[in-house]
């Protein structure tokens, strides 16, 4: 951070500790110490929720750091409050902070089903695997009464469409029925979301996800459905979670576990600072080595965004940190053969003539 500055308490359950200004906005926000050394008592943050009118559900990129190229994002902003979310800058699209806005300001699309059968009815649809989650999560705690996720997934059982799915909640097992019958058909596979094993760290750095032991009874009960699950240790954190690598491999392929895979802090745009606000508040301790480390694998900065780098990062500490994860995916059995997906079983929704009422 660029100047010590007192911030405000902000509400219990919360990641970010600040709602700094997006990068849009046309007035900026700075959190000042007034002198009189008393502090506040936080407002309740209740949790919005706003359905968009979208018009396409599929998002397509031609990254060759991720391992697709469609993607479905049932929602915006993401109430687990995950203070490392590379998504958080998306908010300053819509005039809002990337901060606790993010977290609290959630935008849904009821009619993601409806869209999905639209897009896939088109005559030049050309069935690949689609990536759910790609953003923000897709079970996060509002799914559960929006059921926006349960929407798309029972559309791509309906049409024997393949797709890959990430997140770190439990209520993925809410819909375990459908995920066991799409792996029996060699239709789907789940990622599931593992950052550390100490519980109090989870808290403070993901504070509304699932616990760790939740997320390895998840993998547990997945795995038991014959549903082929991977472990994500996504972000590593060098200094404040990297430490715990061999500990959550081995954990997820105690569980079932069969393939694993690592992301390196990534600080895009306002997260940087976001990021820094969260570890003075509530790592001080360690905040000065952990920003150091982070620039570390990052030739100096807080970021780099070139392909073949954003994910891994660069140098020794990060070539440290490589070589540990690929160590520990041999020794913990989690590099075995994925079978493919089959995008021969899709059966293109009719539609008929009947005009979709989107927003109705």
């Known amino acids: 951070?660029?100047?010590?500055?007192?911030?405000?308490?902000?509400?219990?359950?919360?990641?970010?500790?600040?709602?700094?200004?997006?990068?849009?906005?046309?007035?900026?926000?700075?959190?000042?110490?007034?002198?009189?050394?008393?502090?506040?008592?936080?407002?309740?943050?209740?949790?919005?929720?706003?359905?968009?009118?979208?018009?396409?559900?599929?998002?397509?990129?031609?990254?060759?750091?991720?391992?697709?190229?469609?993607?479905?994002?049932?929602?915006?902003?993401?109430?687990?409050?995950?203070?490392?979310?590379?998504?958080?800058?998306?908010?300053?699209?819509?005039?809002?902070?990337?901060?606790?806005?993010?977290?609290?300001?959630?935008?849904?699309?009821?009619?993601?089903?409806?869209?999905?059968?639209?897009?896939?009815?088109?005559?030049?649809?050309?069935?690949?695997?689609?990536?759910?989650?790609?953003d923000t999560d897709p079970y996060q705690p509002d799914e559960k009464q929006l059921r926006v996720t349960r929407q798309v997934i029972e559309v791509l059982e309906r049409h024997g469409h393949p797709f890959t799915i990430i997140t770190k909640s439990a209520l993925i097992l809410r819909d375990l029925d459908i995920y066991a019958r799409l792996a029996a058909r060699k239709l789907t596979r789940v990622a599931i979301s593992i950052t550390t094993l100490d519980r109090a760290l989870a808290r403070s750095m993901e504070p509304r996800a699932a616990t760790p032991g939740k997320r390895i009874e998840a993998v547990r009960r997945l795995t038991e459905a014959g549903v082929p699950v991977t472990v994500m240790f996504a972000p590593a954190i060098p200094g404040l979670n990297d430490h715990e690598v061999e500990a959550v491999l081995e954990a997820a392929s105690k569980a079932g576990a069969r393939g694993a895979g690592y992301v390196a802090l990534r600080l895009p745009r306002e997260i940087a600072q976001l990021f820094e606000e969260w570890l003075e508040t509530d790592h001080p301790d360690r905040a000065r080595k952990v920003m150091s480390l982070v620039r570390q694998i990052r030739q100096g900065e807080t970021y780099r965004s070139g392909w073949g780098e954003r994910m891994v990062g660069d140098g020794p500490v990060a070539e440290v940190l490589r070589q540990r994860f690929h160590l520990a995916v041999k020794k913990f059995g989690l590099d075995q053969p994925w079978t493919p997906l089959d995008c021969r079983q899709f059966t293109p929704p009719r539609l008929g003539g009947a005009q979709l009422d989107l927003f109705g």
């Open 1 to 134: 951070m660029s100047e010590a500055v007192k911030l405000k308490p902000t509400p219990k359950g919360r990641g970010a500790k600040s709602n700094r200004t997006g990068r849009f906005e046309a007035e900026v926000r700075e959190a000042f110490d007034d002198g009189w050394g008393e502090e506040e008592s936080p407002k309740p943050l209740r949790t919005e929720l706003q359905p968009m009118k979208s018009r396409t559900i599929i998002a397509r990129n031609q990254s060759p750091d991720v391992g697709f190229d469609r993607s479905i994002n049932p929602y915006r902003g993401c109430s687990h409050g995950c203070i490392y979310c590379y998504a958080r800058p998306n908010h300053a699209y819509l005039g809002l902070s990337p901060g606790l806005d993010f977290e609290s300001k959630i935008f849904f699309k009821p009619h993601a089903g409806q869209l999905l059968e639209k897009e896939l009815a088109k005559a030049s649809y050309k069935p690949a695997t689609i990536h759910i989650g790609g």
